[in-house]
T-cell receptor, first 113, second 113 residues
Framework: DGGITQSPKYLFRKEGQNVTLSCEQNLNHDAMYWYRQDPGQGLRLIYYSQIVNDFQKGDIAEGYSVSREKKESFPLTVTSAQKNPTAFYLC????????????FGPGTRLTVL | GENVEQHPSTLSVQEGDSAVIKCTYSDSASNYFPWYKQELGKRPQLIIDIRSNVGEKKDQRIAVTLNKTAKHFSLHITETQPEDSAVYFCAARESGGSYIPTFGRGTSLIVHP
């Protein structure tokens, strides 16, 4: 799982600002995912992508957007429409969406001031 | 869609005791059940998984059991050590559809020396 990185580790944002979280992997994985983690809530799926130039909404996509222009990269933008964006964001990848093991990045902690 | 319930939310044990975490799932089509360990501030890491054609799987001090009829699966940790302290997540994944796993809300395991 050292092959999947996220930056920055900590991010602070003022209300009303959009912010983009980076996720990069060098594992040659086709599928990538974004999760949001809140205390006591587990991991909730925001968006996922099974292949370049394609992505689908997860359970809590409202207020978020993604792109998948390159296989290695799956950035997540938290828009001003997201009402409660303060959370820990985890990116993950897997060989394909049909394979079992997901590898997680180290996460980005976003705080809205 | 799939729904995964995980209990307990917090588990406190003495070093050397056993710990058991239980999960139930709703979709009988689910056939893959991973368990992740997340230490404080770190990324989730896969510790063990089980597929629906197997009833039990063991790896040193950890084991997972699956009861497909009752739709529940459990993580067993024997001879607990302080370094086992972490949040543990179960997940269930359908054999069809998007193949995206659904996570439980997590169990915070505290092992007292």
């Amino acid at each position: 799982d050292g092959g999947i990185t996220q930056s920055p580790k900590y991010l602070f944002r003022k209300e009303g600002q959009n912010v983009t979280l980076s996720c990069e992997q060098n594992l040659n994985h086709d599928a990538m995912y974004w999760y949001r983690q809140d205390p006591g809530q587990g991991l909730r799926l925001i968006y996922y992508s099974q292949i370049v130039n394609d992505f689908q909404k997860g359970d809590i996509a409202e207020g978020y957007s993604v792109s998948r222009e390159k296989k290695e990269s799956f950035p997540l933008t938290v828009t001003s429409a997201q009402k409660n964006p303060t959370a820990f964001y985890l990116c993950a990848s897997s060989m394909s969406s049909g394979t079992d093991t997901q590898y997680f990045g180290p996460g980005t902690r976003l705080t809205v001031l | 869609g799939e729904n995964v319930e995980q209990h307990p939310s917090t588990l406190s044990v003495q070093e050397g005791d056993s710990a058991v975490i239980k999960c139930t799932y709703s979709d009988s089509a689910s056939n893959y059940f991973p368990w992740y360990k997340q230490e404080l501030g770190k990324r989730p890491q896969l510790i063990i998984d089980i597929r629906s054609n197997v009833g039990e799987k063991k790896d040193q001090r950890i084991a997972v059991t699956l009861n497909k009829t009752a739709k529940h699966f459990s993580l067993h940790i024997t001879e607990t050590q302080p370094e086992d302290s972490a949040v543990y997540f179960c997940a269930a994944r359908e054999s069809g559809g998007s193949y995206i796993p659904t996570f439980g809300r997590g169990t915070s395991l505290i092992v007292h020396p």
